[in-house]
């Protein structure tokens, strides 16, 4: 809700919505006319948990400042939602080599293809992908899309890119196969025979769609081959050449595995970032690692951040190509005094400051 008083615009929000970094438009009262927090005052983390920690459920923030820039989606929702279901219809109906239905796949892929060629300069963009809570079928409707577009970004044929979108998002059909959960496990702590159950998805899958006309041998190995690694420590076959198709979905599975926990345990967007870089030219082929990186957030919007110079920032807005170097609003200095005024810094236009650590997310 939002409402003028006095020429100024301010918005009625829930305390549990806040991020960090907004404005205090009306003070905060207790009791009998108690100011607990004046207006003016930017709120910070602690001030936060001490508004939940009171049970105050609402407090009045400015809206005639600077805001988050709103995220490019690369696909729209609606459609992620739509492309989600059927894959999971597809699967879920979908018994050992009868197959069913499992053509309706490739007009899947079709759709978020031209779902996402519809979008100006779409490979410009820098997009923010967060880490959330999945299943396995919103895991393969996302590593379809970031295939996707890793593949437009090294200007790859369409028949390249269309055959990642039908493997990628039939890659981990085995898992259908096997009967333990993959979700929020480690595992390389499994037993040798879970791990070894495990592992064996990548095979089963593949059979499960050798024998389909309609797919091509290149779509068909990527359910074989995804969890192959340059260095020969991947599997089933431990091999170190692989298809470029199949390099591009290792390094966006890997990824993908890691903010939602799949397979792993789940972790920050940074982190999976870094794993990638640590891992290029080792595990990953180094030039799907560099375009893949280009379209993707370090820090997504919201995100709380300290600089080396010691500043508490919140993350508002991207800069094209410059992954790491975001827009920030300026919540407290170097001595922990809080901003009265609306402050941005962009990474980009200032050389010396950058992000040295992510205080929340």
């Not at 410009?124 to 992908?129: L, Q, T």
């Not at 998002?169 to 040798?192: C, K, T, W």
Request: hydrophobic share 40%; aromatic share 6%; charged share 30%.
């Amino acid at each position: 809700m939002r409402i003028t008083i006095g020429g100024n615009k301010m918005r009625k929000v829930r305390v549990n919505e806040l991020v960090g970094g907004e404005t205090l438009a009306k003070p905060v009262v207790i009791g009998l006319n108690q100011i607990l927090i004046y207006d003016g005052t930017i709120l910070n983390i602690d001030y936060i948990d001490h508004l939940l920690k009171l049970d105050i459920v609402d407090v009045y923030i400015t809206d005639d400042e600077i805001s988050e820039s709103k995220p490019d989606e690369i696909i729209k929702e609606e459609i992620r939602t739509v492309c989600r279901q059927k894959v999971k219809n597809v699967l879920e109906k979908h018994i050992y080599k009868e197959n069913a239905g499992l053509f309706e796949i490739s007009k899947t892929a079709e759709k978020i293809i031209n779902n996402i060629l519809e979008k100006e300069e779409v490979i410009e963009k820098v997009y923010e992908i967060k880490e959330r809570n999945a299943d396995i079928y919103d895991h393969c409707v996302n590593v379809c899309v970031l295939s996707i577009l890793t593949a437009l970004k090294m200007n790859l044929t369409h028949n390249i890119v269309y055959d990642l979108g039908v493997g990628s998002l039939l890659h981990d059909l085995g898992l259908r196969y096997i009967s333990m959960s993959v979700e929020n496990i480690e595992i390389n702590a499994l037993s040798p025979e879970n791990l070894f159950e495990y592992k064996k998805h990548t095979v089963y899958g593949f059979s499960s769609v050798e024998k389909e006309n309609w797919m091509s041998d290149v779509a068909k190995k990527i359910l074989l081959f995804h969890h192959e690694r340059l260095d020969g420590s991947g599997f089933p076959l431990k091999m170190k050449k692989v298809s470029l198709e199949n390099r591009i979905v290792a390094v966006c599975d890997s990824f993908d595995e890691m903010i939602c926990g799949i397979a792993c345990k789940k972790v920050k967007v940074q982190e999976a970032i870094e794993y990638l870089k640590m891992n290029k030219d080792i595990c990953f082929d180094g030039k799907v690692v560099s375009a893949f990186l280009d379209f993707v957030a370090t820090y997504p919007s919201g995100t709380i951040v300290k600089t080396n110079e010691g500043e508490i920032a919140k993350v508002i807005a991207q800069n094209e190509h410059f992954t790491e170097r975001p827009v920030l609003c300026m919540i407290a200095d170097k001595e922990g005094n809080e901003y009265k005024e609306m402050v941005t810094m962009n990474l980009v236009e200032v050389h010396h400051v950058f992000i040295e650590e992510v205080i929340s997310s």
